[in-house]
């Protein structure tokens, strides 16, 4: 379907291909994955002829359809299905013409060929992908220009899927959806019948989505069978070889070259030293091969001891001047929460963020917040709050005035940006350098809670797990609003949905509430045997099952919490009683750390004790669960 063959591009003269080359086979479904930066959009952009290549070929089946989401949405007075429906510009060229052809035979041409393209179910199966992307009826038969930015580029993307190209390019595709819609694009992709090529930097979609994954790295493209993890566990195998094998070559190379620097001058040796010269000219090592920095994440800790709670809801409502979008929120946030917000977009869960991080006001209730309480919020429109013209280093003046230039420069490297980036103009920043910046900004002095709306829509896969490390690290609350389900699973224990005009506790994981998802979507059915009555009665002694383990599998995660935090505290205090240069300096300082490193293995020996309790009451009551089905 895709041959490019020794590509070679460059921007503003960086390199971003060097020599690429690649097979895309027809119908493969292949994730394309690189860091930030390194020229992936590019690539799509010299597939569909939008640049030219300086070197090199890319050839496309000379009958492929390709197909793109356009990069900017629409705004027009045409309905969102009417939008969709004309992407299809053959089928719209067609009635157009029907209208007015007068000539019998090209008329009957044109209904055979409507036919052929199945035009009599277009608007169900339009109607179809945009309800999998979360459109409802009404907003269907909507005008396209009274839809958000956001909305507006998922009419893009389902003109795209409706046209059914031979050759579908997408470009980070889950960037404008809820976790809902990506479930529904990973199960459409999955079953698309002809190639995709996709950019994107969600692992979960790469593993159920895609059936191969075309790799960018240092100007090179690699094609690898398999979802994300297998390419990631055969391409650090492939590292681990490449690198043993230039071990050895140049071990190999050291004995023969301490061979001619002893014997080259010995008549007797001479020649036997110059023919391992030349064997030595012949070897040459592999290149090395080592993961692209990527930079580390680092929120400042909270300044103010946490009160608790820290926040209590009793029947709030919320909303925009007289509409309420929100209402009987009954609830709290206590300091250890790690709080994650689902439910479809239009719920109402970025009015619930705003609300927590003082932008909306209750309108209806009491919501009470601890006074030492500084909450940071992270949202993509916030990033607009940057000063376009200012270098980061220059956004962080004001927040250190006394300070150095040195410590103003150590701050913003924390943040993740290299001393190149940090004199570069905010509107010169990648996507992915700009949200660091921010989070970086909003937690400049340590708040109680962070609240993240879709914080990895511009992070590259690396990044991503760097953002998790960070989070984990963190010692303040935590409310996350993400369609990506590693970042929510690696880093909350608590689920909050937004549905039904409220917010209220989901007492189940992740997949749980994918499950239940998907019974959703199947009008009401649970999937299973047995009557209506029947099922509802299972979905209710599931729902009390996890509403009594809810309070253990709380106590459980909150344990794995303390016990990771209490082991890193170890590992620093082991970091700093292992430099010699302690018991040289100040004796007290040794004594003291010895005292807490005792403490603290004591406190890890009960928590590990409690864990491990608590965990096996959980399994106890998890197979009383089973055995009473």
Known sequence: MLTITNLHYKIQGRPLFEGASVTLPTGAKAGFVGKNGSGKTTLFGLIQGQLAPEQGTIEVHRRARIGAVAQEAPASDMSVLDMVLSADTERTALLAEAETASDPHRIADIHTRLADIDAHTAEARASAVLRGLGFSLEKQHAPCRELSGGWRMRISLAGVLFTKPDLLLLDEPTNYLDLEGTLWLEKYLATYPYTVFMISHDRDLLNKAVDSIIHLERGKLTFYKGAYDTFEETRRMQMELNNKAREKTLAQIEHMQKYVDRFRYKANKAKQAQSRLKAIAKLRPPEALFDEYAAPFSFQQPQKPPATPMITFDNVAVGYGDTVVLRGITNRIDPDDRIALVGVNGNGKSTFAKLIAGDLRPMDGRMQKAKTLDVAFFAQHQLDKLKPEQTPYEHVIDLMPLESEAKRRSRVAQMGLSTSRMDTKAKDLSGGERARLLMGLITFNGPGMLILDEPTNHLDIDSRDALVHALNDYKGAVLIISHDRHLVEATCDKLWIAEGGTISVFDDDLDGYQKSLVGNSGNGSSGGGGSASERKRERQEAAARRAELAPLRKEIKQIEQKLE?????????????????????????????????????????????????????????????????
């Open 565 to 629: 935090w209490k082991r890193k505290d170890l590992d620093k205090i082991d970091s700093e009683l292992s430099n010699p240069a302690l018991y040289t300096g100040d004796p007290d300082r040794a004594i003291a750390l010895g005292i807490d490193k005792s403490k603290l293995e004591t406190v890890i020996g009960e928590l590990e004790e409690r864990w491990l309790e608590k965990s096996a009451a959980y399994e106890e009551a998890q197979a009383e669960g089973s055995d009473a089905r």
